[in-house]
């Protein structure tokens, strides 16, 4: 029997990996690693979101906009002429529906324009008419001049776009903003024919505003006549002064004309010798020639049409 | 690709994917939602490197994306999703398969990873931001967001995920032996 004296093979130990070196050699992070990002990312979120306004994060992004914000800046210039290549590619159909539609909003757009300074007159001129009612303390039913009676038939009469609907019927005063145009004489459903002041069949009793003297109106007929309204008194032997208002006298019942409604001053005064009389020429404060909106002063808080303008209602 | 080159191309990758993220793809954003481009660079990263690189990757990337300019949120959240993306998707890319240089992983296997790791990153995000009460939106809208994140990002991982796992697998220094060297076409005068 002999001793086994040889040395022990040297056969490599068989090694076992701890945990730790097997993960560092598949490449997983160690766990104190990951341990302590996730900790830096808690942190973080803590000291930003507790520090409110003073975050010590706002330095840090302030740097990182110095940094990134120009290179962004660039990026973004760089690759803007990229992105805006789809842009490019327009089809000859879409780009004649372009025009056209272009065309078409330019044409509403010039169509109202030109409409432009035609409303803001007519603003303008109701807004004088809710004045006008304030002052006289009338109501009227506004209404639009829609026809002018033919000089051919020798009579000065229009045609306005408001009849029984509006609650108006024959004999009611008809004004505008600057004063009286005449009353009506005939009334449709939804028109009504009015006769102007200047009618030659028209009179009126009118009173010079100053001296409370009374008189008659006389229409001469003829809009663009020079001397289209007559006032004659009644007491003769008084002679009105050149520009003393004539305002209507007013008759019973408010019909046909109202009273203190302006209708012009004195321009000229004649003598007829033959009579020793005095002729007065009125130069009427509104202008016939360009009536548009007038209104028809229809009784206060009575049952006119929706579009009655109450006094103090526009004030 | 270890060392230096790998941390260049993670560099630029996450930079290039911040600023495509915020100055391209706002262009193509749906009701204000972009595909988060760096968190899909994260993903394909940790798909072709080891979990740690992938983790400190995540890490950095999404602290860059705390502090970049448009950024208003409370610091540290992006970091920690990121992180967590990174983790996650590095470990189960690797768990049972060690990262080898040059393989790349099959596309539908990108795509894949590319939409876990948007789940991830949109979630836990998402949820930093309820227990930190930082944008005060409440769930339902949360979730809202979230999934049409989530759609957009699956899309983008479509390209944004192989192109990062190219970037990485790329081995500049492999291709140089296979070229032969040219012998000079003129003889020098």
């Not at chain 1, 990229?82 to 065309?103: M, S």
């Not at chain 1, 020798?154 to 005449?182: C, E, K, Q, R, Y």
């Not at chain 1, 009173?207 to 004659?232: C, F, I, K, Y």
């Amino acid at each position: 029997m002999s001793l086994d004296t040889r040395p022990p093979r040297q056969t490599p130990v068989r090694r076992v990996a701890t945990p730790r070196e097997r993960d560092e050699e598949r490449g997983l992070p160690t766990r104190s690693l990951l341990s302590a990002l996730v900790l830096a990312c808690v942190a973080l979120m803590v000291v930003d979101a507790s520090s409110g306004a003073a975050s010590p994060v706002d330095p840090v992004r302030r740097f990182a906009g110095e940094v990134l914000g120009p290179v962004q800046a660039g990026a973004s210039n760089l690759l803007d002429p990229i992105l805006g290549i789809p842009g490019w590619f327009r089809t000859n159909d879409g780009l004649r529906g372009d025009l056209a539609d272009a065309q078409r909003r330019i044409a509403d757009l010039e169509a109202a324009n030109h409409q432009d300074s035609y409303l803001a007159n007519r603003a303008d001129e109701l807004g004088r008419m809710c004045a006008l009612v304030d002052d006289t303390g009338y109501a009227v039913a506004p209404a639009r001049v829609i026809g002018y009676g033919s000089a051919q038939s020798f009579s000065n009469t229009v045609t306005i776009d408001a009849g029984t609907d509006a609650g108006l019927h024959a004999d009611m005063t008809v004004v505008n903003p600057d004063g009286l145009v005449g009353r009506v004489i005939q009334v449709s459903s939804h028109t009504a024919t009015v006769l102007l002041v200047i009618d030659a069949s028209s009179t009126v009793g009118g009173r010079v505003g100053d001296t409370m003297e009374n008189g008659m109106v006389s229409g001469h007929g003829g809009l663009a006549d020079d001397q289209p309204l007559e006032l004659q008194l009644i007491d003769h032997t008084i002679v009105p002064q050149k520009g003393q208002p004539v305002v209507t006298w007013g008759s019973e019942g408010g019909a046909p004309y109202v009273s203190g409604v302006p209708i012009g001053e004195v321009s000229k005064v004649f003598q007829d010798l033959r009579l020793g009389t005095y002729r007065t020429v009125l130069e009427p404060y509104v202008d016939f020639t360009s009536l548009d909106d007038v209104g028809v002063v229809v009784p206060t808080g009575g049952a006119g049409g929706a579009g009655v303008i109450e006094p103090g209602a526009c004030s | 690709m270890r060392g230096t080159s790998r941390l260049i191309v993670a560099t630029a990758g996450v930079v290039v994917a911040l600023l495509l993220q915020v100055t391209v793809m706002p262009h193509f954003a749906w009701d204000g939602v972009v595909p988060d481009l760096v968190l899909l660079t994260v993903v394909g990263a940790a798909l072709v490197t080891d979990p740690r690189f992938a983790t400190l990757l995540g890490f950095s990337a999404g602290l860059l994306l705390d502090i970049a300019p448009p950024a208003d949120h409370v610091a540290g959240r992006w970091a920690l999703s990121l992180l967590v993306v990174g983790y996650v998707v590095g470990r189960l890319a690797h768990d049972h398969q060690p990262a080898q240089a040059g393989v790349r992983p099959s596309y539908p296997l990108m795509v894949v990873a590319g939409a876990g790791g948007a789940f991830i990153g949109s979630s836990v995000y998402a949820l930093t931001g309820l227990v930190l009460r930082d944008p005060a939106v409440d769930v339902g809208q949360l979730l809202e967001v979230v999934l049409a994140a989530l759609a957009y990002d699956v899309l983008a991982a479509l390209v944004a995920v192989p192109l990062t796992v190219w970037a990485f697998t790329r081995e500049p220094g492999s291709r140089s032996p296979k070229v032969t060297p040219r012998a000079p076409r003129r003889a020098p005068a």
